[in-house]
């Protein structure tokens, strides 16, 4: 995956409670993009992985889907 892509999804949450909607659209955007699945033959650390990974697409799922809106970060399909 590369470090940077890591912390692209790493970021995905700070970025949303930050209040930073384009910089948050433009890393859903990325991810998508760059990372369209998981099927990488690689050696992870599992802590690092479930922690950064899961925690960063769990947190921007919720956050990007919300219904009420809490944060101001509700996408739409597309991705805007």
Known sequence: MGD???TLVDTLDTLAVLGDKKGFQRA???T???LPNF???SHVQ?????????GGL???HIIA??????LGM???LNGT
């Open 4 to 6: 940077y892509l890591l």
């Open 28 to 30: 859903v955007k990325n």
């Open 32 to 34: 998508i993009k760059f």
């Open 39 to 41: 099927d990488i033959d």
């Open 46 to 54: 599992v802590f690092e992985v479930t922690i950064r990974i899961l």
């Open 58 to 60: 769990l947190s921007a």
């Open 65 to 70: 889907t919300d219904e009420q809106d809490t």
């Open 74 to 76: 509700r996408l739409d």
